[in-house]
């Protein structure tokens, strides 16, 4: 087991199997990345899909440089946490889905409305209810795991969204929540809310939250990575 890191901001871990050779080198060079201040090292990498990343080519580059006719496999498993800047709260919305009437939100990515870098840019939603949100009242739907996918086309039809045709079957999983009871999720996960076909009211209150200081793009830029146009989809 090896462990990396720097006192408030960052911490990783990492465990071994395998092949010696490659797991020390693997190990050799994460040190000496960070030892010669190197500009791509864990002590630089901004989240934690680039720093497993960066582990996966030192991987690949150590069992290469071994090279020739025996196994120089070598397995690893990662974890740790980087705390980048701090959480600023950029949105704030009162959700009212009234009895029978309260209409539904089609599927969507809440990162398809917000003029930041998709790629790069950590926005996590915080949705409260307020009412008990069931199935019937309209209680959020989402697709596990979608957030992986990253941006996906958004087109307008009933509201800037996913298109239907393409949700449709996919597995969903359904969000109920006593009042107070809270849901956090990714800025990319998919997801939507039926309409209010009960006789229950359904408040909820929703807020979003991204790194302090997040430079802001021009929406142009935000509709080159959402939008339909020039990627051959349709909907
Ligand atoms: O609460 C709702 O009905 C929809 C919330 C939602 O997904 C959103 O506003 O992005």
């Known amino acids: 087991m090896h462990t990396f890191g720097q006192t408030g901001d960052r911490q990783f871990c990492l465990l071994t ?40 080519q030192l991987s690949v580059m150590q069992q290469k440089k071994a090279g020739g006719g025996i196994d120089f496999e070598a397995s690893v ?14 949105q704030d919305m009162a959700l009212l889905k009234p009895p029978r009437i309260g209409r539904e939100k089609p599927w969507h990515q809440d990162l398809a409305y917000f003029d930041v870098d998709a790629q790069s840019t950590p926005v996590v939603g915080c949705w ?36 239907d045709a393409q949700m ?29 076909h009960s006789t229950s009211r359904r408040r909820a ?14 929406p142009e830029v935000r509709l080159q990575v959402w939008g339909a146009e020039g990627k051959n989809v349709d909907c």
């Open 128 to 163: 409260i209810a307020l009412d008990e949100a069931t199935a019937g009242n309209g209680c959020m739907h989402v697709i596990p795991g979608s957030h992986k996918a990253g941006p996906q086309p958004h087109f307008a039809k009933r509201d800037w969204q996913l298109c």
């Open 205 to 218: 209150l929703q807020f979003h939250y991204r790194p302090a200081g997040t430079k802001l793009t021009a």
């Open 77 to 90: 498993l990662f974890g740790g946490q980087i705390l980048g800047a701090a959480p600023e709260m950029f």
């Open 17 to 56: 199997s395998g092949n010696l050779a490659t797991a020390q080198g693997i190990v050799s060079q994460i040190r000496h990345d960070i030892d010669h201040g190197m500009p791509l090292s864990l002590m630089t990498l901004s989240g934690m899909h680039e720093a497993a990343d960066y582990i996966g």
């Open 168 to 196: 449709q079957g996919r597995p969903c999983a359904v969000v109920p929540l006593k009042p107070g009871g809270l849901m956090l999720f990714d800025g990319l996960i998919q997801h939507g809310t039926p309409t209010n």
